[in-house]
């Protein structure tokens, strides 16, 4: 006997169908923008159902089931959402957007078509240095007056490799290889497709504050402009339980059970113990763990005890 199948109604969000298409800036000239987007909250829900059955109806709510499934890490459902983003990236920035290889990707080809004309520019204020504890980030500003000398020889530099990449394909030389000493700071598009657990991933590390400033930009962007809007509860988890989240190590927590005990003196002989406290000429040694055990004590307004 033939079954009727059954009508279904594609999942929509109003939120995000009144910007689908819509361009969100970022930096000077890089954008965001939604081509398409599959799923919603209710999409994760009825995942979850699917697979654990009436197991989770105790759960009563889709937004307690939802925020449960994110708690523990029950990823599989999460992957029943899909976006799709055209994007406009420095290829500086794209170089770290790809590591993130869980995605499909369609890059714009320089060996087809002529290099995007523009180029990240740095203000005389926006030069960066160095960071002493984080060596892959940066910390602080260059004063102002050398960022203006700097700024300019960008400009020049941008300029110079423009006309010389120019000159290449007026004088008929193969776009593939016409384009070789294009600049970091030169912008490429591309397609970019990620189901919303591995988005999450993504945005999780790149929204971090220690992430480069550059593609930190567009991770805020897409996770407070477009995802908010198109899963605002599982947004609303993902802070919780992941942006704003604490994570303690088991070395971490021995350390914080002693100085919640009032024995001060026991912290520092286990933190110690583990090698965190060797000093050098009276002063204690950089240490990367303790380092960031610190930054959790002062977060949780915990007086760090050596």
């Known amino acids: 006997m033939e079954q009727k199948a059954e009508k279904l109604e ?5 939120a995000m169908d009144e910007i689908l298409g819509k361009v969100f800036p970022v ?12 799923g919603t909250d209710a999409s994760i829900v009825q995942a979850a159902r ?12 889709d937004r307690g089931l939802i925020r449960y499934l994110l708690r523990h890490r029950h990823t599989t459902p999460f992957e029943m959402c899909e976006i799709k983003l055209h994007v406009r990236v420095p290829m500086d920035c ?3 957007w790809i590591r993130h290889r869980t995605a499909n990707i369609n890059e714009y080809s320089t060996r087809y078509s002529i290099a995007v004309d523009a180029t990240q520019a740095t203000g005389p204020d926006e030069w960066r240095l160095q960071a002493v504890r984080n060596r892959q980030g940066s910390e602080g500003s260059l004063d102002v007056n050398e960022g203006e000398i700097l700024s300019k020889q960008e400009k020049e530099l941008q300029d110079l490799t423009r006309r010389i990449y120019n000159e290449r394909l007026d004088k008929g030389v193969a776009r593939e290889q016409a384009r070789k000493d294009l600049l970091l700071s030169t912008y490429t598009e591309a ?11 993504f945005l999780e590390l790149r929204m971090a504050p220690n992430a480069q400033v550059e593609i930190r930009c567009y991770a805020n962007l ?8 198109w899963c605002p509860v599982t947004w609303e988890a993902f802070q919780d339980y992941q942006v704003n989240a604490l994570v303690l190590s088991a070395l971490e927590q021995k350390v914080i059970r002693a100085l919640a005990a009032g024995d001060t003196q026991n912290a520092i ?8 406290l060797n000093d050098q000429d009276g002063k204690l040694k950089e240490n990367i763990e303790r380092a960031e055990l610190e930054d959790k004590l ?6 760090v005890p050596w």
Request: hydrophobic share 40%.
């Open 50 to 61: 699917v697979s654990y059955g009436a197991g989770t109806k105790k759960l009563r709510q």
């Open 222 to 229: 897409i996770g407070e402009e477009i995802v908010q809007r």
């Open 191 to 201: 397609y970019w497709k990620i189901d919303l657990h591995n988005l999450l991933h």
């Open 94 to 96: 794209w170089r770290q």
């Open 269 to 276: 002989e286990i933190a110690r113990s583990f090698g965190w």
């Open 298 to 303: 002062n977060l949780l307004n915990i007086q």
């Open 10 to 14: 594609r999942p929509q969000v109003p």
């Open 27 to 38: 930096l000077d000239d890089g954008f965001v923008r939604v081509v398409d987007y599959l």
